[in-house]
């Protein structure tokens, strides 16, 4: 019946069908017992089958008037497509097949319709359309619900000719349904193009009008689209016939558009906003372009205005009514600066002299300071001759170097010496700030970058001194729907160069394009994980100065967001502006980078965070293995630490890492350390918090403070026996510090023991700090590294230093703000080459370092002085019970 109804799909005119099958459950030996016939040769579906289909066909046998328990474990698995939406609106039907007339198919229909409601699918059923279904002369299968056959009761019977045709009409019925709700073009994900519309599916909380038909959208909400860029809301049939519509103007006409966009709104009724100035450089004169350039980056930036689909309690910047209506598509909203304006207000604004200074420029609103300005983006005319003969020139040079670096690659290998070839000179291990000296001053900082595989060539040009632009990496799959909801709002609040979404772009090419921008940040929106990736890619391009960098907390731990004041995760209801002023206003601190050399093959990893070798790296390689198995069943932050919890308690059960002093050595600064008695895993922390906030190494100010001594004696009693010689010989451990050249290393009992710590009902064995340690693994054991593990072989570990990150830490306290303060001083006397660059980041290194140790000292300074009278208060108890 499926191939039946795939002809019928098929007989549709660009519509195509692929026949999948349910993942059987049972064992073979089961299904011989029951003498199942073979399945044939299709492939198995999954959720992403799911996902990218445009329509659904559900066909299975009826179980006891019910679905079978495969097409259920099926359903089961879908609930990342459920959390994410993805199915919403997507046109479904079914067929289906029972032993008897009896048998229950309609039953079998009406119990699939659960699932199809709570994924939102639209059901489409066969109904009466074919008059075969009227026949009377023949037991048939199929109804209004859909096509069906009888199968017997031993299945022996195969469909009849008049239930195959019943079941091409549906196909062809169903078809010609998807292609109706289906639109011309697919608003799927994808890097962002110059001159092109984000569109995505719109949220209808509410009535919108379309920008493009001004007429009111209706329908299911994955068929009305909204731009992630300028905010305009379209059906999707509208979008789709601009799909290929370009804001480029062409360019006898350039001069009348400022920013791509002409003053009058009534011309922005299909255009998106313009990241950059449309530059024609129709001549070959270097002396023309120089001049062009200087006066494009002195140009005022002008407004984009968008009309409708404002906030009825949004008032209007020029005489401070409301300005927003459902009603009709009224108003005018800036796509850079968001302000609001009535139409009657800004065409009597435009009739007067002296125009307010709200209209004379677009300020780029609240978070100027961090959007790369449309007037320092210079956007190559695609049909000039200059920016075809650079692109043919780009492609040249491509070739020319992957050939080169094969050519290098042939000459190593033949033993050449390496006076022949220079290798690469690899970053400095302490701090990025060397800067070749033609970066100083640059007029035009990057030359020629494309937006993406179709996109225009583009120059950035100098900024003006009070910009730090921020440098947006976003993981949209992370945290839910959380990572797609800032993804959307942040490409609405700065310039969309700025913003890369890793699901769908490496960072390697947006880090070589900006790192030369003096005073660039970076915001890495995702888990440490994410954060880890682009410290890597910064590595791996050899930048020579490392921008500091900001987290958004989109993971499920989250611990190097934690340290660095950002919070333990993002919700919904946070403004995302909220979070660029923050990161706007955040100080520079610092972060120690690890590097650790696995083998004799020299396999080298970074480590940022923490390493833990055993129940810990048990539990996260679990998870692990079973999120890559079923990533449908992770579909929160919530729901991974419940996994997590699960995966605990199995080892507490099972205790595959007991007896771990047996099976790994451990030296610390040359010196072997002793595991206690029961230790399960060691964790070598780089950071003072684990696994979602537990703090790993505690001070001695603060176990000496706890109202009962027995826990924190045990402790010391524990990490001072259980050491051979400490590498910390000092009587009491030093505070755990991300920047102090030190890493805490300690030791854990189990999944019980790390249970008991998440909620503060025990500590970790402190066992040593130290500056370089040695691990050697006598058997397989479980790794993780910042969350990821693995299984390693029996091998030597090498842990050394390897340099210090720039960090930009939340600002909370009149110290932070300072701190800020002092940096931007720093980064005035680099502009005005009062002090060079390389002398910037030193300084800017020893104020982060000394201000730390000042607040670190503090802390220490109150608790002993709010020790001293718990201690005398003991003394004197003491002494009355002796008298």
């Known amino acids: 019946m499926a191939e039946y109804i795939k002809t019928g799909v098929e007989s549709v005119a660009g519509v195509t069908a692929e026949v999948y099958q349910v993942q059987e459950t049972l064992s073979d030996e089961i299904l011989a017992k029951m003498h199942a016939a073979p399945k044939k040769d299709h492939p198995v579906a999954t959720p992403d089958i799911l996902k990218n289909a445009d329509g659904l066909l559900l066909g299975f046998p009826t179980r006891f008037g019910s679905m079978p328990a495969q097409v259920k474990a099926l359903f089961d698995a879908c609930g990342g497509l459920w959390s994410a939406g993805a199915l919403i609106g997507k046109p479904a039907g079914i067929f289906f097949s029972t032993g008897t007339q009896g048998g229950g198919q309609e039953t079998t229909a009406l119990t699939s319709l659960t699932f199809l409601a709570h994924q939102g699918l639209t059901y489409v059923p066969l109904g009466y359309r074919s008059p075969l279904l009227f026949n009377m002369d023949e037991v048939h299968g199929g109804s209004a619900w859909g096509a069906g056959t009888f199968s017997g009761g031993d299945g022996s019977r195969q469909p009849s000719q008049l239930e195959l045709d019943v079941a091409k009409v549906q196909g062809e019925s169903f078809a010609k349904i998807t292609k109706k709700l289906s639109a011309e073009v697919h608003f799927r994900d994808g890097p962002y193009v110059i001159g092109q519309h984000q569109w995505r599916p719109g949220n209808l909380a509410g009535l919108k009008w379309c920008n493009m038909c001004q007429t009111i959208v209706y329908g299911i909400r994955s068929y009305v689209v909204t731009c992630d860029i300028c905010g305009m809301f379209a059906h999707a049939q509208c979008a789709a016939s601009i799909m290929h519509y370009k804001s480029i103007p062409s360019s006898s006409s350039s001069s009348d558009f400022v920013g791509g966009t002409s003053v009058f709104p009534s011309t922005l009724s299909c255009a998106c906003k313009l990241p950059g100035v449309l530059l024609s450089l129709a001549t070959d004169s270097s002396n ?251 590595d791996e391009i050899g930048a020579p100065r490392q921008p500091p960098i900001a987290v958004l907390p989109l993971g499920t731990g989250n611990d190097l967001a934690r340290i660095l004041g950002w919070g333990s995760g993002f919700s919904a209801p946070t403004n995302v502006s909220e979070i660029l002023s923050e990161v706007e206003a955040a100080h520079v601190s610092l972060l120690d980078r690890w590097e650790v050399t696995i083998g004799q093959s020299q396999k080298r990893v970074v480590l940022n965070n923490y390493l833990g070798i055993g129940v810990d790296a048990q539990v996260a390689l679990e998870f692990h293995q079973q999120r890559e198995r079923s990533p449908g069943l992770f579909m929160s932050q919530f729901v991974n630490k419940l996994w997590y919890s699960q995966f605990g308690a199995k080892n507490f059960l099972v205790r595959t890492c007991a007896g771990l002093s047996d099976r790994i050595v451990l030296v610390c600064d040359g010196k072997r350390i002793t595991f206690p008695e029961g230790t399960e895993g060691v964790i070598i922390l780089n950071i003072n918090s684990y696994g979602g906030g537990s703090k790993l190494w505690h001070d001695n100010t603060e176990s000496d403070s706890e109202d009962s001594d027995s826990d924190s004696e045990t402790d010391d009693d524990r990490s001072q026996t259980s050491s051979g010689g400490r590498c910390n010989t000092s009587t009491h451990f030093g505070p755990s510090s991300p920047h102090d050249g030190l890493l805490d290393v300690v030791a854990v009992y189990g999944t019980l023991h790390l249970g008991q710590m998440q909620v503060g009902l025990s500590k970790a064995v402190r066992l040593c700090q130290a500056k370089s340690i040695s691990l050697s693994l006598k058997e397989t054991l479980p790794v993780q590294i910042d969350g990821e593990p693995w299984l390693q072989n029996p091998n030597e570990m090498e842990i050394s230093f390897l340099q210090q990150a720039f960090m930009l830490s939340r600002t909370v306290d009149e110290r932070d703000v300072v701190t800020k303060k002092v940096s931007e001083v720093l980064d005035w006397a680099e502009h005005t080459h009062t002090i060079s660059s390389q002398q910037h980041d030193l300084l800017l290194v020893e104020i982060a370092r000394r201000v730390a140790e000042t607040a670190t000292s503090r802390r220490s300074i109150g608790s002993r002085a709010l020790l001293s009278p718990i201690r005398r208060n003991d003394e004197r108890r003491s002494f009355i019970m002796a008298d």
Not at 500 to 518: A, C, K, N, V
Request: glycine share 6%; proline share 8%.
């Open 288 to 538: 023309n372009n120089e001049t062009e350039l200087s006066l494009m980056s002195m140009q005022q930036q002008q407004h984009i205005w968008i009309k409708g689909n404002i906030d009825p309690m949004d008032s209007c910047s020029l005489c401070g009514l409301f300005c927003g209506s459902i009603l009709a598509l009224s108003g005018l909203k800036c796509a850079w600066c968001h302000v609001r304006v009535h139409e009657e207000c800004f065409q009597q604004a435009l009739a007067r002299v002296h125009r307010p200074p709200l209209l004379r420029r677009c300020s780029l609103g609240r978070h100027a300071n961090l959007i790369l300005p449309p007037s320092c983006v210079v956007l190559h005319d695609p049909n000039s001759i200059a920016t075809k003969s650079q692109r043919a020139l780009n492609s040249m040079r491509s070739v020319a170097h992957i050939a080169a670096k094969k050519m290098s690659t042939i000459r190593l290998r033949r033993g050449i010496t390496s006076n022949t070839i220079k290798p690469p000179i690899p970053p400095t291990r302490t701090l990025r700030s060397e800067v070749p000296s033609e970066w100083e001053n640059p007029l035009v900082v990057s030359s020629n970058a494309v937006s993406g595989f179709d996109g225009l060539p583009y120059d950035l040009v100098e900024l003006p001194k009070e910009t730090t632009p921020l440098l947006v990496f976003i993981n949209s799959r992370s945290g839910g729907k959380m990572g797609l909801h800032v993804l959307r709002h942040v490409r609405k609040r700065l310039n969309p160069l700025q913003v890369y979404d890793l699901s769908h772009q490496s960072p390697i090419e947006p880090l070589r394009r900006f790192t030369g921008l003096p005073r660039l940040r970076i915001l890495v929106c995702g888990g440490d994980g994410t954060v880890g990736w682009i410290l890597g890619a910064l």
